[in-house]
């Protein structure tokens, strides 16, 4: 685990406020009392509203949300249930402590002796009580969550398979696994529910919206529904882990715009963007402040926050009108130049060369050093180097980071 992964957990660790860690602690020590915390801490809906059906720009779809699941009808809906997370990475992390906090039974599973052993012991996870091997958990767990990395639920499937018997649920937090099958090679034993709950976010938003009271939006889905009660269970599970409204989808559609958006505007494609500009500022004799501050801070310490909270048109109307003419004007032609690429990236997406890619990059021995490599690429590149110093000057920022 980097020092940054670490320092990341401690911060939410940090961040947790009392109240909360002491609910934490009240939900695995009594549940009733937990619920009477919840409930004092606003955790809990005193009204058991149905199933929205909601107007998404002319097209309508249903949504559920926490009202719909009070912290003790979760609790009564999975009386008889052990959630196993298989795996402690940034998901198993926040979905785990999230339920447990909510009152659910919880366990985890993790390969002895990992990083990841060691954080879970590091949140409260006991070994030989709520803290296993991979096997062990499974065998405990009547609600199986995969919540290992995409490669390893590849390369650990021809263990885990068999101990998925008849009764249990399969889950995941991503349609990666199960649509790739032909790649991943991971195929569902029939006789049990395969469900998803993908939170719209890092693990580590799942874990501090929850605490702030609120919670992220996530998509569920159904692969196989042997018992009748698949989705049901799907959207008790997606709250249980601390969403706060949920968006029904089907596994191909979630893996499909989920690898699409992190390769595009999320992540490669904006990062390909500032790169691109930038370097035109900086070949047009713009100093390196200049061309960083025109490029990433004004976007993402002004514009950007002002599309997330109001749209697109608000920002335009809080801009000049020099800024807004040109930028009317050409935002058509990015479009147009962009068109291609994104539907060669769609097309990649489907057909599964970016599963191909993304597994035989992360199965990897070497892995953890190329990814590095990689990102230290980034790190030196003149344009994040100018950041460090513009973030330096940021009138909240420290003294001694300058
Ligand atoms: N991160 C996100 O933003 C996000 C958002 C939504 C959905 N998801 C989905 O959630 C799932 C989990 O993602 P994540 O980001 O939380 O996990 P991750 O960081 O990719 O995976 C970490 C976990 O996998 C374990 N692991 C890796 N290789 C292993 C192996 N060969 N054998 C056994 N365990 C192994 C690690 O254990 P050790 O510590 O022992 O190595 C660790 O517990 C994925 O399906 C992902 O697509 C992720």
Redesign the pocket.
Known sequence: MSLRTQALRAAVRANVPRASRSFSLLARQAPKAAVAAASRMGLTSQATRGVKTLDFAGTKEDVYERADWPVERLQDYFKNDTLAMI??????HGQSLNARDNGLNVIIG??KG????KQAQEDGWVPGETLFD?PEAIEKGTIIMN????A??S??WPEIAPLITKGKTLY???G?SVVYKDDTHVVPPKDVDVILA??K???RTVRTLFLEGRGINSSIAVYQDVTGHAKEKAVALAIGIGSGYVYETTFEKEVYSDLYGERGVLMGGIQGMFLAQYEVLRKNGHSPSEAFNETVEEATQSLFPLIGKYGMDYMYNACSTTARRGALDWAPKFKEANLPVFEALYKSVRDGSETRRSLEFNSRKTYREDLQKELDEIDNQEIWRAGKTVRALRPDAKKEDL
């Not at 990992?114 to 052993?117: A, D, R």
Request: no cysteine; proline share 3%; net charge negative.
């Open positions: 795996g402690y990475g940034s998901q198993g993790v390969r990992g990083e990841s052993w991979i919540l290992l990395s995409d390893a639920q390369s650990t995941f937090s991503h990666f993908a939170p976010g890092s693990g």
